[in-house]
T-cell receptor
Framework: SQQGEEDPQALSIQEGENATMNCSYKTSINNLQWYRQNSGRGLVHLILIRSNEREKHSGRLRVTLDTSKKSSSLLITASRAADTASYFCATGGKAAGNKLTFGGGTRVLVKP | KAGVTQTPRYLIKTRGQQVTLSCSPISGHRSVSWYQQTPGQGLQFLFEYFSETQRNKGNFPGRFSGRQFSNSRSEMNVSTLELGDSALYLC??????????????FGAGSRLTVL
């Protein structure tokens, strides 16, 4: 079963606008990661935020984490057509290993 | 350096057959994980191998199995295929595997269609 729920399921914006998507999860986590997937291909890692961090930036990406609300958000600023993809949050637990539990994803369409 | 390589990329099987998928991780990566992606269930964890040992396992029936070789290459096998096994199977590798805090590098996936 999936750990997280992502909101919205789909998002359509114009190039240059910001895109915000949210992820909620259920259990205690060690870290939360965001991945991007283009059109049914492999996933590409975007950013990782640890449970003791509240905010992290990487280029045009900003991720926040609120462990008290068990939620995270991903903000893409000044979006480009190339940002069109599905975005997934994934949580890593405290147990050893690389088992990630993925959310259902947000499909983002950036119109030129 | 080369990324994660999955073969075959596409395959079609019929119900009852079995299939073997292969994954070559990034050189030096010792952890290999497998995920199944379907429109209905999303991305679901199958299993993870580290140093030839299965370290974690998802909630899949015993028809799904895997192994890892001494060179870290991994294979997964699905026996007695069912229509519901049609999916994109993704392999991911990681440098090491402690506390799930490592970034996964995914392959392009193997798309299995079961007729």
């Amino acid at each position: 079963s999936q750990q997280g729920e992502e909101d919205p399921q789909a998002l359509s914006i114009q190039e240059g606008e910001n895109a915000t998507m949210n992820c909620s999860y259920k259990t205690s986590i060690n870290n939360l990661q965001w991945y991007r997937q283009n059109s049914g291909r492999g996933l590409v890692h975007l950013i990782l935020i640890r449970s003791n961090e509240r905010e992290k930036h990487s280029g045009r990406l900003r991720v926040t984490l609120d462990t008290s609300k068990k939620s995270s958000s991903l903000l893409i600023t000044a979006s480009r057509a190339a940002d069109t993809a599905s975005y997934f949050c994934a949580t890593g637990g405290k147990a050893a290993g690389n088992k990630l539990t993925f959310g259902g994803g947000t499909r983002v369409l950036v119109k030129p | 350096k080369a990324g994660v390589t999955q073969t075959p990329r596409y395959l079609i099987k019929t119900r009852g057959q079995q299939v073997t998928l292969s994954c070559s991780p990034i050189s030096g990566h010792r952890s290999v994980s497998w995920y199944q992606q379907t429109p209905g269930q999303g991305l679901q964890f199958l299993f993870e191998y580290f140093s030839e040992t299965q370290r974690n396992k998802g909630n899949f029936p015993g028809r799904f199995s895997g192994r890892q070789f001494s060179n870290s290459r991994s294979e997964m096998n699905v026996s007695t295929l069912e229509l519901g096994d049609s999916a994109l199977y993704l392999c991911a590798s990681s440098l090491q595997g402690d506390s799930g805090a490592n970034v996964l590098t995914f392959g392009a996936g193997s798309r299995l269609t079961v007729l």
